[in-house]
């Protein structure tokens, strides 16, 4: 089926594009020797964490204990889970999944890190847990490299309990920071006996620039594999990279000015980015996504010389691309304006 | 079991506030003699739409034919879908809905209606189409009174519809200018003898002001059933009616002044309000959630004298309720903090 042949809103992925992205963030992590740990949170496809895997990706990492099982269930292996995994209900299913594949997760604190030493005691299957830093991200993680440390210390002194190093989801712009941040870290821990075998760095936006944090030895972009406008504002890509699209239709032209789509906030998402608008239309580079509601995208034309028609289908670069593939069940993969595979997005909704 | 039992994040309805909002905006169409249409946009479950009927709706709304599909499945009658309906898929499923059901939908322009008129034939059961009227909303529409008159005139010149009336979804806070609007387009329509059967209304936040738009004679709130801080904001609930919140896990508390909750822009969605802030902790009316991302919330607690601990769970009535029952596959319903439903949301995720 041709892409324009697809009911309207739908998901339609470039896969080209996608495989391009792939093997540019791969031959950058080769270049520079770090580790690509992709974060599947993007697409939420066990056919894209495989293809991952392939092109040289070292494991895989989920946001969700729910990700990791469906990740895990389509066999893949190495999973990271970069979050404080608390409660019985989630150590419990955390545990069925450390039996299975070579699981590891994240503490920040002393009472995540009890619930983790209570209910893993196994001294022959340890689970490795990392610490989360705050390099200035404002998140999670430990405030100082003596508290990366402190928690260290109690991970390694936890029979159950693997230490395996840090993590840190970093603050944007800002990779000479991070660096010194966990380079102050990794020397408090060598001096300790306690060498980090991991130090886990994220995000697509400075991606490219991993590099400077010379401390890392892994990375975790999510973002990368699609792109979208919240990225290519960033200067990770161009529009031309993005391989996420929403086609949508044009159902109403009330004015000379205005066009209304059927992908409002319930498939573009609300959020915004600098570039203003919630999302280009491809073809119509000077057409504004001027505001959305839940089933509408009210879209000013007053500055395009081409202008759609009712019943034309368009297609949409949202502004984040990850909040996106989650709105939908089911992604369409596309080459040359084919769909050559419509994929159930697995692991969405999988909120826990 | 406890709300406090549910693993997070999960959606938590409370019961009685749903009833209550219920029985209010019932009590108020009765008043003003209007007629309820509520839109299940906002819960997307069959078993609150049947509720809205018990209590004495005149029938539905839906915005999507997959929407109205589901709630054809479950025995709604009455099901009006105010969109333009598009391509040959989509009115092959309207046909099919149109066959079982009692539906109505509406059109702004030629080009819907010549989709209408191509695939709807039979004189012995037309298709009940309304004129949607743009009355400063800015969304789709016909631009005047003299438009709604000719395209209705063009409906009811079509064998196989039926001229049904006017519908709008209106400017937020203007009832008068909506009115004015409406009127001029009713006494246009009586003029040419073709007297609106059905004027349609919408929208929560004016709702309680609806009865100054006489001209209508139907109104189509959907929000009102769970109310969010946006409703709260124009004035249409307080905090203590919001029915929909969002039960999350405190997994950190890397400052003094900061927590992270397991629920971020996948559970929460970005939608902004003027209160500022995504959403309002209950019980922690001080403290602000500062910023989102994907599953993790950012809350400030600067101005709190309580707060709360790693592990503790914590409810956030969001800023737009209706995307986030979007987000879920599951409503849990709660009466007095005891769980008593848990009920698959089968309207969610239905994009065509």
Not at 133 to 148: F, I, K
Not at 344 to 349: E, F, M, N, T, V
């Amino acid at each position: 089926m041709r892409v324009e042949g697809l009911d309207t809103p739908a998901l339609v992925i470039e896969l080209p594009r996608v495989q391009a992205n792939l093997k540019r963030a791969q031959a950058f992590a080769d270049k520079v020797g770090l580790e690509l740990r992709p974060h599947i949170k993007t697409h939420k496809l066990p056919f894209f964490a495989k293809m991952q895997v392939e092109y040289g990706a070292a494991g895989i990492t989920c946001q969700k204990l729910g990700e990791a099982e469906v990740m895990a269930d389509a066999g893949l292996a190495d999973i990271f889970l970069p979050y404080n995994i608390l409660g019985r209900d989630k150590l419990d299913r955390l545990a069925a999944l450390h039996r299975r594949v070579a699981m590891s997760v994240t503490a920040d604190s002393g009472e995540t890190l009890d619930g983790y030493a209570g209910r893993f005691t196994d001294t022959a299957r340890p689970l490795p847990v990392l610490v989360e830093c705050d390099t200035g991200g404002g998140r999670c993680g430990v405030q100082s490299p003596r508290e990366a440390l402190e928690l260290a210390r109690r991970i390694a002194g936890a029979p159950g309990l693997r230490f395996d190093g840090l993590m840190t989801y970093p603050p944007r712009g800002k990779p000479a920071q991070v660096e010194a941040w966990l380079a102050e870290a990794v020397a408090l821990l060598d001096a300790d006996g306690l060498t980090p075998g991991r130090v886990s760095n994220g995000g697509s936006p400075d991606y490219y620039r991993s590099d400077v944090v010379r401390s890392a030895t892994e990375h975790r972009p999510g973002t990368y594999i699609y792109s979208d406008r919240m990225q290519v504002g960033y200067g990770h890509s161009t529009l031309e990279d993005c391989a996420l699209t929403v086609l949508a239709t044009v159902v109403s032209r009330p004015t000379a000015d205005r066009a209304i789509l059927d992908a409002g906030s319930k498939a573009l998402a609300a959020d915004r980015c600098d570039a203003g608008g919630h999302g280009h239309l491809v073809g119509y580079p000077d057409a504004v996504v001027a505001s959305l509601s839940e089933e509408h995208a009210v879209v000013d034309l007053s500055r395009c010389a081409a202008r759609p028609r009712v019943g034309d289908k368009v297609r949409v670069v949202p502004n984040h691309a990850c909040v996106v593939s989650n709105l939908f069940d089911v992604a369409n993969l596309a080459v040359d304006g084919e769909i050559v595979e419509s994929l159930p997005i697995l692991a969405r909704g999988r909120m826990g």
